[in-house]
């Protein structure tokens, strides 16, 4: 059973947003765009969430907002870590979403939810031959704790209840649209697949049901 399908669909505390700051973001191909930065008060999930808005500059923003609802990764985001994606996804996502208007929702969710020194214990189960899923099981952890609840919120609160969401996480969205959010398209991401990553990416594809393409399996049994 999901989070989704055990949760109920009902409104919560009163939220508002916080503060709005504009930011210009240097991408890692050498571009700049421009963002505005919303912080908010009053979500349902008392973490730092953040939103970034981006492509409002532009003349012709498609009416359907794309959005990306991305957690939280210091390994994959600040180190470039190659055991996972994440990196690669935001950027990717700030860059897409810069050119066709929309936001990406930065959500304080590290590790699928169980928090980063957790995440690296997992870290050591995968190198002992565990996948990313039953790592977290062996520390007595949910495989993932992710709520979207407050994303929902988030979106609300900027006028954005229909998008298009950039994901291939089928689970993302299913919980938006049972916290009230019109989901009109999925869009996949890039696959970012590695040598060091595809078994992790092999993982989710195989217990999630992500929509990778990853071609010729890799053949490892760890990480």
Do not use: W
Not at 23 to 37: E, K, M, S
Not at 196 to 215: C, I, P, Q, S
Request: some cysteine.
């Amino acid at each position: 059973m999901t989070v989704a399908e055990t949760m109920p669909a009902t409104e919560t505390v009163p939220a508002k947003i916080r503060a709005t700051v504009p930011v210009p973001i240097h991408l890692n191909n050498g571009d700049t765009v421009a963002a505005r930065l919303h912080t908010f008060h009053g979500l349902s999930d008392p973490g730092e969430h953040i939103a970034i808005t981006l492509g409002e500059d532009r003349p012709d923003p498609d009416p359907v907002p794309l959005v990306r609802l991305h957690s939280e990764c210091l390994t994959g985001d600040v180190l470039g870590s190659a055991r996972c994606d994440c990196g690669p996804q935001l950027h990717e996502a700030v860059r897409r979403i810069g050119t066709t208007g929309g936001c990406v929702l930065y959500l304080r969710q590290e590790g699928r939810g169980i928090g980063l020194y957790n995440k690296l214990d997992a870290y050591l189960l995968q190198d002992a031959g565990y996948d990313t899923y039953a790592a977290n099981e062996e520390l007595q952890l949910a495989p993932d704790s992710r709520d979207y609840r407050a994303a929902a919120e988030m979106l609300r609160l900027l006028g954005l209840t229909r998008i298009r969401l950039l994901t291939n996480n089928p689970e993302k969205a299913a919980q938006l649209a049972r916290y009230g959010i019109d989901v009109v398209a999925v869009v996949p991401t890039g696959v970012f697949v590695t040598e060091d990553n595809r078994f992790y990416l092999e993982t989710k594809a195989r217990v999630t049901r992500h929509t990778l393409a990853l071609g010729e399996p890799a053949g490892r049994s760890a990480r």
